[in-house]
């Protein structure tokens, strides 16, 4: 009876949630942590499988009966209402014993420091891009002014001379369109102005300018404006999948889509490329060098998103981004 006592003792002042699910999917016990994850009412001996879903991604990890073969899992960091929660299962000769562990704190401040290192990113762009702009573009403009007085000069006297002055008006003319295009990729202007929707509406004109690649994008009537914060990242991770598509995928069309559900924006960019195996993607130098995979994955994580990749050789590749409209800069009041 005392060693009884000290048992559940200790499993109550553990600073972790206990449970021990039977092999039939009824609760043996759980202490005061467990159930205030799980929201178990008082007691023991009644059915499990509707409080597990309670935690979302709890419920695809156990089947019922529980078999005595049944697999360790690792959840870390799932979502459950308004916390984060890392759960263990392991097999026990009862049946299957969960440990849930409060990560939250540990969550937020990995959340702060992406986006620390987002912001910094975003604001060093801001700067080159405003000094290429105030910079290089006014002193192009004043070599093209220079050349032309000097073609008016020269006139007809030396068609050697008027000859390299046109040659080195149309590189300055390509080099103002490129350091143009660097200036706007660096900050786009758009997005600031107008917002997502017209930004990545943008981004595809410019793809198609180039005549090579047909970009298209479709959005589903999004009337509001979506916050600055979600609609930074969600560009940055079309010009990601879209520089893909075109430097290293080989792809000769690519679909932009912008979709709002209830609570989440859906974006999804597939392309016709030359794809890769699901089995060893950073094998291909499509994944290996174009798509700057680790910065999306950071991007998707800032927003509290998740991102799917699909893809066979020979088939494209299909990236779906979903990211949740509340507590991320979702939209603008």
């Known amino acids: 009876m005392e060693r009884t006592a000290l048992l559940e003792s200790i499993i109550e002042s553990v600073p972790y949630g206990i449970v021990v699910v039977e092999r039939d999917g009824k609760l043996l016990l759980a202490n005061r942590l467990g159930r205030s994850y799980l929201k178990l009412p008082e007691g023991e001996g009644f059915s499990m499988p ?13 089947s019922f009966p529980i078999r005595e073969s049944a697999a360790s899992f690792d959840l870390l960091a799932v979502k459950a ?8 299962g392991r097999a026990v000769p009862q049946g299957l014993a969960l440990s849930i562990i409060d990560v939250t704190r540990a969550k937020k401040a990995e959340q702060h420091m992406l986006d620390a290192i987002l912001e910094a ?26 050349l032309d007085a000097l073609q008016l000069e020269i006139k007809g006297e030396n068609a050697r001379a008027l000859q390299m002055i046109e040659s080195m008006s149309e590189l300055l003319k390509t080099m103002s369109n490129d350091i143009r295009s660097i200036s706007h990729n660096l900050m786009p202007n758009v997005l600031v102005d107008f917002g997502l929707v017209a930004a990545l509406d943008n981004l595809c004109q410019r793809v198609n300018s180039s005549g090579k690649v047909q970009a298209n994008f479709y959005h589903s009537d999004i ?9 930074l990242g969600l560009y940055r991770i079309s010009q990601e999948l879209i520089n893909n598509a075109v430097k290293y995928a080989g792809a000769s069309t690519i679909n932009v889509q912008l979709i709002r559900h209830s609570n989440s924006i859906v974006l999804m960019v597939e392309d016709d490329g030359v794809g890769f195996s699901p089995h060893q993607p950073h094998q291909s ?5 174009g798509i700057g995979l680790k910065n999306i994955q950071t991007r998707v994580r800032s927003l509290g998103g998740s991102f799917i990749l699909e893809s066979q050789p020979g088939q494209g590749v299909l990236a779906t981004i979903e990211v949740p ?9």
């Open 50 to 62: 509707e409080y597990l879903k309670a935690i979302p991604a709890l419920p695809g990890q156990m």
């Open 81 to 88: 209402g308004n916390i984060y929660l890392t759960i263990r």
């Open 121 to 146: 990113t975003e604001a060093q762009r801001r700067k080159l891009s405003k000094e290429i702009h105030d910079g290089i573009g006014p002193l192009i403009s004043t070599i093209k002014l220079n």
């Open 223 to 231: 009337r509001e404006r979506i916050g600055r914060k979600m609609a």
């Open 285 to 289: 130098p499509a994944m290996d060098k």
């Open 325 to 333: 409209m509340s507590g991320q800069g979702g939209v603008d009041g």
